[in-house]
């Protein structure tokens, strides 16, 4: 498989992802600019151009627009391209694609799981980080009583919810991270 990039269509909008021979190295979720989407997609994997996506790559591209559609799926059979991901972020990205969907942890409980329970700002760090949203489900990470906290990708806090909406979460506690939030979805 050689690496490329490309957009595709899901229930909350135009998506991309990237791709090395080594496995996903990026997922964009929808932005106002699909320029802004292929700049970045090609920034991420140099010399490459925006191509049909392999046999694999398109499997990987079902999974995410099931998942959207609010089919609860884990996305654990796509690859990721992990080349230059500090061992931290690593194993922050490998605990949180553990959480099912529709199920949440707080950054803290990510943290104390790792074994490093001073971490959870690390943890949030590493997650504002994550260029696999989605397949690294870092929207299923709440702050400490069930607060939403923050979300890096194109929509922030409300693509948070919205995500979390279509797989039906609820934190622990049964706090109700919409109501918290000021919104109505």
Same mark, same amino acid.
């Given at each position: 498989m050689n690496g490329g990039f490309t957009l595709f269509d899901t229930a909350i909008g135009v998506c991309g992802l990237s791709w090395s021979p080594a496995g996903l190295r990026s997922? /964009?979720? =929808?932005?106002?600019?699909?320029?802004?989407?292929?700049?970045s997609?090609? +920034?991420?994997?140099?010399?490459?151009?925006?191509?049909?996506?392999?046999?694999?790559v398109q499997e990987w591209i079902d999974a995410i627009r099931a998942l959207l559609s609010g089919e609860a799926r884990d996305l654990l059979e796509v690859r990721l391209d992990q080349r230059g991901?500090?061992?931290?972020?690593?194993?922050?990205?490998?605990?949180?694609? /553990?959480? =099912?969907p529709g199920k949440t942890l707080t950054y803290g409980e990510v943290a104390? +799981?790792?074994?490093?329970?001073?971490?959870a700002r690390a943890v949030g760090r590493a997650l504002g980080r994550n260029p696999w949203p989605l397949v690294v489900p870092c929207h299923r990470v709440l702050a400490a009583g069930g607060r939403t906290g923050g979300f890096t990708a194109p929509g922030g806090v409300n693509t948070k919810l919205r995500l979390l909406a279509?797989?039906?979460?609820?934190?622990?506690?049964?706090?109700?991270?919409?109501?918290?939030?000021g919104l109505c979805l």
């Open positions: 997922l /964009q979720l =929808p932005d106002e600019d699909p320029r802004h989407l292929r700049r997609l090609a +920034r991420s994997v140099p010399g490459s151009g925006e191509v049909a996506p392999p046999p694999e991901v500090p061992d931290f972020p690593q194993r922050v990205y490998e605990l949180t694609r /553990q959480i =099912p104390r +799981r790792l074994g490093s329970p001073g971490a279509i797989e039906r979460a609820a934190p622990a506690g049964g706090a109700d991270l919409f109501q918290s939030a």
